[in-house]
C-alpha cells in the first residue's frame, strides 16, 4: 500500500528543491553548517529572503537551524539526516584534500569519534586535534567507541598548531573551534559536546551526528580522491 504521508513529505521536498536558490544552499549545507551571515554572503540576498528560503526548507523538513555553543548570538543552519550526497555537485576544495583534520576544542570526544569514524569508512589518512587538548580522551568517548567496536588511543590527544599542515581539509566538528581559529575551517559541523552531560545517550547522539556526516564527505570524497599507494 501506498504511503500517502511519505509521498506528501517527499513531494514537498521536491518542490522546496524545485527553486534555483534553495538548491544552491542545500548544496552549500551538504557537507557542512553555515550561519545565516555566511549564507547571506554567499548568496548574496537580503536577510527577509534569505528567511523566507530558510522558512520553506524547513518546513520541508530538509533543515534545522541551532544555537551555538560558543557565542549564544550565533545559529547555525544544518540539513537534516538523511539527505543524499551525491543531491549536490563535488565542492572544489574537498576535492584536492591530502588527510582529513577533525578539530574540537579538548580533542576528547567528537574529534576523536569523527577520525575513528572516517578512517573506518574512508582511504583516505585522517587525524584529530584541538584548540585546547585535553591530556586524555573522555573515558565515555572510548566507551562509546568500543560499542561500535571502534579502537581509540586514550592518550592520542595533540594540538592544533602541532597537527595541522598545508593540504588537510580541515573539519571543525564544535561551535568553539570553529569560531575561534584563526583561520575559519572550509567545513564547519555544528555537533553537540556531549561531555556537559556526560550520558550515554549524549555521547551515542553525537556519535549518530557524527556518523551521518562522515558517511555523506566520505561519498563525495571517495569518487575524486585516488587511494593510497599501496592500497587496492
Not at 549536490?88 to 574529534?111: I, K, L
Not at 585535553?134 to 597537527?163: E, G, N
Request: with cysteine; proline share 8%; net charge neutral.
Amino acid at each position: 500500500m501506498i504511503e500517502i504521508p511519505d509521498l506528501q513529505r517527499r513531494a514537498a521536498q521536491h518542490a522546496a528543491l524545485g527553486d534555483a536558490v534553495r538548491l544552491a544552499m542545500v548544496d552549500e549545507l551538504l557537507l557542512g553548517d553555515r550561519s545565516p551571515g555566511e549564507l547571506t554572503e554567499a548568496f548574496g540576498l537580503s536577510s527577509n529572503l534569505l528567511a523566507h528560503h530558510l522558512k520553506v526548507l524547513q518546513e520541508a523538513g530538509l533543515i534545522t537551524r541551532t544555537r551555538s555553543e560558543a557565542d549564544r548570538r550565533r545559529s547555525y543552519v544544518r540539513l537534516l539526516p538523511g539527505m543524499p550526497a551525491r543531491l549536490a555537485p563535488v565542492p572544489a576544495g574537498p576535492a584536492t584534500a591530502e588527510r582529513v583534520v577533525f578539530v574540537c576544542t579538548r580533542n576528547s570526544a567528537r574529534s576523536q569519534l569523527a577520525t575513528a569514524l572516517w578512517q573506518r569508512r574512508s582511504h583516505l589518512p585522517a587525524t584529530s586535534a584541538g584548540t585546547r587538548p585535553a591530556a586524555r580522551v573522555h573515558p565515555r568517548a572510548l566507551a562509546t567507541a568500543r560499542r561500535h567496536h571502534l579502537v581509540l588511543d586514550p592518550r592520542a590527544t595533540s594540538h592544533v598548531d602541532d597537527t595541522i599542515r598545508e593540504g588537510d581539509l580541515v573539519i571543525a566538528v564544535c561551535d568553539s573551534a570553529y569560531e575561534q581559529l584563526p583561520a575559519r575551517p572550509p567545513l564547519h559541523w555544528s555537533v553537540p559536546d556531549p561531555v556537559p552531560a556526560g550520558t550515554d545517550d549524549a555521547f551515542e547522539h553525537a556519535y549518530t551526528d557524527l556518523s551521518d556526516r562522515v558517511d555523506r564527505l566520505a561519498t563525495v570524497l571517495t569518487d575524486v580522491v585516488s587511494p593510497r599507494k599501496g592500497t587496492s
